[in-house]
């Protein structure tokens, strides 16, 4: 099945400098978001406590925020809605841990009066445990992309790598934005999203610059521009078919999944969206930016063609008894 049939190159190359334009204004963007209205850690990162409460009718926030004030360990505390307006969550900013009895037991006293409930979850977090699995998390996006760029130094050269990391900021950056505008909780589960956006935006990257490869070793007429152009316009209906398929899947997820997968499926909605974008329209053009020169790759391709040659024939004379 094919979405777009290849017959000439679309001259996506022509429109680069306006789709480059579009992508610093949404790295812009989303940095200015990060750096002003900010991340809100959930307690993965923070710590503190998450109780969540669900009753048989429409639950009573007034009553209940009335109710857990009277205590002093509730104090800060924050209730909302959890995926339906029966249920909701309570979020204490600190971990309960000096209290010697359990936190549900001391909830479900407290909210005695407000109608029939029943304690669903109750998650505890230190302050220091949070920040190692914080510290941790960053640790792990930072490991993944240091192995994408020598992995792809390595299989290609340096300009692709550049490029490809380039492209991967990119995406991370707008994701995080998108996080940072709509206000969710950033938690393990963020990070996972963004380690699997990671690896999907980097396989369709790396698609492309194998076409490009090939284009480059089979035609020596061509520029940069069109070597791109025809390896995009041959990759495209592949790329947009699968983005398509899993986009479907994540909406689902989105929809129907439920409030405890909402934050992981936003951040792949908005990871693959842009990672399919900025493989078409960011890491190819980005070769050109940075140099790239078609005569200098094609004399390495050669000098690699010649060595494996030379091995074969040393191998083939040393089966037979030559050598």
Same mark, same amino acid.
Request: hydrophobic share 45%; net charge neutral; proline share 2%.
């Given at each position: 099945m094919e979405l777009f049939r290849y017959s000439k190159p679309i001259g996506l190359m022509g429109k680069s400098k306006i789709a480059m334009a579009i992508s610093s204004l949404l790295v812009i963007a989303s940095l200015v978001l990060i750096f002003t209205k =900010?991340? +809100? &850690? $959930?307690?993965? &990162? #923070? $710590? =503190?406590?998450? %109780? *969540? @409460?669900? /009753?048989d009718t429409k639950a009573p926030i007034d009553e209940m925020r009335e109710k857990l004030s009277l205590s002093p360990i509730f104090e800060g505390s924050s209730i909302n809605e959890f995926g339906s307006p029966d249920e909701v969550v309570i979020r204490l900013k600190n971990s309960s841990e000096s209290v010697t009895k359990d936190i549900g037991d001391i909830t479900r006293? *407290?909210? *005695?009066g407000t109608g029939k409930f029943e304690i669903r979850r109750v998650d505890i977090v230190g302050a220091k445990v949070g920040s190692e699995l914080r510290e941790k998390g960053?640790? #792990?996006?930072?490991f993944a992309i240091i192995g994408i760029l020598i992995y792809v130094a390595f299989r290609f050269e340096w300009r692709f790598a550049v490029a490809s990391v380039l492209a991967l900021a990119h995406?991370?950056?707008? #994701?995080?934005g998108a996080i940072s505008l #709509? =206000?969710?909780d950033v938690n393990l589960d963020v990070i996972a999203a963004l380690l699997t956006i990671l690896g /999907?935006? %980097? +396989?369709?990257t790396i698609i492309v610059f194998d076409r490009i490869r090939e284009e480059i070793s089979d035609s020596s007429a061509k520029t940069v521009n069109d070597i791109i152009d025809d390896s995009v316009t041959r990759t495209l209906s592949r790329t947009v078919l699968t983005s398509l398929t899993v986009f479907i899947v994540l @909406?689902?997820? /989105?929809? &129907? $999944? $439920?409030e405890i997968i909402h934050t992981f499926a936003y951040t792949l909605l908005v990871g693959v969206t842009v990672g399919t974008y900025s493989s078409i329209f960011v890491a190819s053009p980005l070769l050109e930016t940075l140099g790239f020169n078609l005569k200098t790759y094609r004399a390495k391709l050669s000098e690699k063609a010649a060595r494996e040659a030379e091995k074969e024939r040393l191998r083939a004379q040393f089966e037979q008894g030559i050598v």
């Amino acid at each position: 099945m094919e979405l777009f049939r290849y017959s000439k190159p679309i001259g996506l190359m022509g429109k680069s400098k306006i789709a480059m334009a579009i992508s610093s204004l949404l790295v812009i963007a989303s940095l200015v978001l990060i750096f002003t209205k =900010g991340l +809100n &850690f $959930g307690i993965d &990162f #923070a $710590g =503190g406590t998450i %109780i *969540q @409460v669900k /009753y048989d009718t429409k639950a009573p926030i007034d009553e209940m925020r009335e109710k857990l004030s009277l205590s002093p360990i509730f104090e800060g505390s924050s209730i909302n809605e959890f995926g339906s307006p029966d249920e909701v969550v309570i979020r204490l900013k600190n971990s309960s841990e000096s209290v010697t009895k359990d936190i549900g037991d001391i909830t479900r006293e *407290q909210l *005695q009066g407000t109608g029939k409930f029943e304690i669903r979850r109750v998650d505890i977090v230190g302050a220091k445990v949070g920040s190692e699995l914080r510290e941790k998390g960053i640790m #792990a996006l930072t490991f993944a992309i240091i192995g994408i760029l020598i992995y792809v130094a390595f299989r290609f050269e340096w300009r692709f790598a550049v490029a490809s990391v380039l492209a991967l900021a990119h995406d991370l950056t707008i #994701a995080i934005g998108a996080i940072s505008l #709509a =206000g969710l909780d950033v938690n393990l589960d963020v990070i996972a999203a963004l380690l699997t956006i990671l690896g /999907y935006s %980097i +396989n369709d990257t790396i698609i492309v610059f194998d076409r490009i490869r090939e284009e480059i070793s089979d035609s020596s007429a061509k520029t940069v521009n069109d070597i791109i152009d025809d390896s995009v316009t041959r990759t495209l209906s592949r790329t947009v078919l699968t983005s398509l398929t899993v986009f479907i899947v994540l @909406v689902t997820l /989105y929809i &129907f $999944g $439920g409030e405890i997968i909402h934050t992981f499926a936003y951040t792949l909605l908005v990871g693959v969206t842009v990672g399919t974008y900025s493989s078409i329209f960011v890491a190819s053009p980005l070769l050109e930016t940075l140099g790239f020169n078609l005569k200098t790759y094609r004399a390495k391709l050669s000098e690699k063609a010649a060595r494996e040659a030379e091995k074969e024939r040393l191998r083939a004379q040393f089966e037979q008894g030559i050598v």
